[in-house]
């Protein structure tokens, strides 16, 4: 990066740090460590709910989604909106009446300590290491493109948000996430209208939007069937949206500690409400256009040489491999054809052929031709690179986004962009270390602790195990590396393994009164076992279901497995439940 780039990068970061620590002032007990003293107003909630859900995935991986499968992702968030209402008809209410400091206090009072436990341990299992994937993934990205080492990369990127995050708690995590939002918008909104910007100069928005319709980039609705019929393990459709959405969102925002800790947050029962209302009528037109700047970076490329592999440290791989001869040839052919494809698109741009005219229709056809051997060729580069001799990185589809960022943006932007990246994390991580904290003092050591512990002595604990998941949370990132074909799927499959058997103990608990802990209990764990067996089966292509039908399976299966244990079982194993 160039001079400018470095100081705008450690001017915001520094800035952020500084301002967390600030605003981090609070009264030294639990609840002002880790609810600001119920003191939010609902704007603040909304931005924090926000902040804790886009981490630097988000906008490291979405745009490359767009870029390789199309919009379709969006269809993802399409079950959220109707998980808001549900929440705050439902869950928001009786988390407030109960002044409770995590979402799994209530489980004991519905049903006992063991469900409690459980459930508080599922949460800290599957938070503890979709964090630690939250700090790799971009310290990946950013060590191969920039060159800097992959050990103190994770340790910059998760070890100076420790600082504010320790110090200030939760209040620090909203007022920084409150203004990192501001920033990261205002950074993507620049990198998008530069996209458009650095079009040529006979090609305008419409047009770079015309371009990624004719490539199917444009997909924001698909059904999910084919020849065949439904296709199950179709990842992104409306189906799966819509209803493996819904349970993936009710689960995350209702019973994930991360999430249920902003909105209790709130100064009343009624700006939680809202804070959640309006998450659910912003997040899909903000994900939307996220997705929509990878499309017109798609479009970007069908005019200049488009890179043969965007992650270029694994070419350098290559390079010094068995593959080097092959890797020449290979390269100098897709130069060939890249030079082919800008000197039409530069045609089409120029003259603005009419479709259907027969000049347009050989144009298309050399260009479909084009399209078909990029392909080949990427697809030859990720075979060398899964060779066991070469075990490289294989996945390009997050680096496509930066690789742009890098190569194109100008001096001083590309630092924002990187800021940018930074900030997303750090928003998400902030509030995942609060929320491991607060669950593991909360649901563990007060819980089961003989001593009496003051005021004072519980704030310094909690400052210590923020710390300590903290250093856990960089420890997973240093481990983590090659985690899937993109990291912001890689992060909603390991969610998806957890969150639909968490939601199923929550939904039993609000709405089957007469079943009990011991039942609900075991239900949760034979589930939870057929959930990660699934999954296995799944990845060695045994079975054929997509992530998002696992939150279905892991939420229903507890409820129907409750229900049929509840008939069988002796009345003595499924005493009726408490009063909340």
């Known amino acids: 990066m160039s001079s400018p780039d470095w100081i705008v990068l ?16 609070v009264n030294k007990n639990l609840d002002g460590y880790f609810l600001s003293d119920r003191s939010v107003p609902w704007y603040m909630v909304l931005l924090s709910i926000m902040g804790t859900q886009a ?27 109707l998980a808001m209402v549900v929440l705050c008809i ?85 007022y920084t996430q409150q203004l990192q939002l501001i920033i990261i918008f205002a950074g993507m909104i620049i990198a998008g209208y530069m996209v458009v910007h650095l079009m040529p100069a006979n090609v305008d928005f419409f047009d770079a939007l015309h371009v990624g319709g004719k490539a199917g980039k444009l997909n924001v609705i698909t059904t999910g069937m084919d020849k065949n019929g439904f296709n199950w393990n179709d990842r992104y459709n409306m189906w ?33 409400k809202l804070g959640l209302l309006m998450n659910g009528l912003v997040k899909v037109p903000m994900q939307f256009l996220i997705l929509l700047v990878g499309v017109l970076v798609f479009a970007f490329y069908q005019f200049v040489h488009e890179p043969i592999f965007f992650n270029q440290s694994q070419l350098v791989l290559l390079e010094h491999s068995k593959y080097k001869d092959s890797l020449v040839s290979l390269k100098n052919a897709y130069e060939a054809d890249q030079q082919k494809k800008v000197d039409l698109m530069g045609v089409l741009a120029k003259s603005k052929l009419q479709e259907g005219s027969s000049r347009y229709t050989e144009m298309q056809s050399v260009l479909q031709s084009i399209e078909q051997k990029k392909e080949y060729y ?73 001593n009496d512990l003051t005021e004072e002595r519980e704030y310094k604990l909690s400052q210590r195990y923020t710390l300590l998941w903290g250093i856990f949370c960089v420890v997973v990132a240093q481990l983590a590396y090659n985690i899937g074909n993109s990291l912001i799927e890689a992060v909603n499959v390991l969610g998806s393994l957890f969150y639909g058997v968490i939601l199923g103990i929550f939904l039993v608990a609000f709405y089957m009164k007469k ?28 079975v054929n279901l997509s992530f998002l039908w696992l939150n279905v399976v892991g939420a229903l299966g507890v409820i129907l497995l409750s229900a049929t244990l509840a008939i069988f079982l002796k009345p003595g194993l499924n005493k009726k439940s408490g009063q909340y």
């Open 515 to 542: 079943i009990g802990g011991t039942v609900v209990f075991i239900s949760a764990l034979l589930v939870e076992s057929l959930v990660i067996t699934i999954h296995i089966l799944n990845q060695k292509g045994i």
């Open 378 to 450: 990427r697809g030859t580069i990720k075979r060398w690179l899964n060779d066991n001799q070469v075990r490289g990185d294989s996945n390009d589809t997050n680096y496509i986004f930066i690789r742009f960022v890098v190569d194109y943006l100008p001096k001083g932007l590309v630092g924002l962009l990187i800021a940018v990246i930074f900030l997303a994390a750090w928003g998400s991580i902030a509030a995942a270390l609060n929320s491991l904290a607060s669950s593991t003092i909360v649901d563990f050591h007060k819980r089961f602790s003989k």
């Open 90 to 174: 439902t869950f928001v209410p009786v988390f407030r009446r109960l002044k409770i400091y995590t979402a799994y206090e209530f489980l004991e009072k519905r049903f006992d300590l063991k469900t409690r436990t459980l459930t508080s341990f599922l949460f800290l299992l599957q938070r503890g290491l979709s964090t630690g994937i939250s700090i790799s993934a971009p310290a990946i990205i950013l060590s191969s493109l920039l060159g800097w080492d992959i050990f103190w990369t994770n340790i910059f990127m998760g070890g100076l948000l420790i600082v504010y995050t320790v110090t200030g708690g939760a209040k620090a995590v909203a």
């Open 55 to 81: 981490s630097a995935v988000t906008f490291l991986s979405a745009p490359g989604q767009a870029y390789t499968d199309g919009m379709r992702f969006v269809q993802y968030y399409f079950g959220l909106p």
């Open 10 to 25: 450690i001017v915001t970061l520094v800035g952020i740090i500084a301002y967390g620590m600030r605003k981090g002032s």
């Open 240 to 272: 799966s949206g819509v209803i493996g959405g819904f349970f993936l969102a009710l689960s995350y925002f209702g019973t994930d500690q991360s999430q249920v800790g902003r909105y209790l947050t709130a100064r009343s029962d009624s700006e939680s």
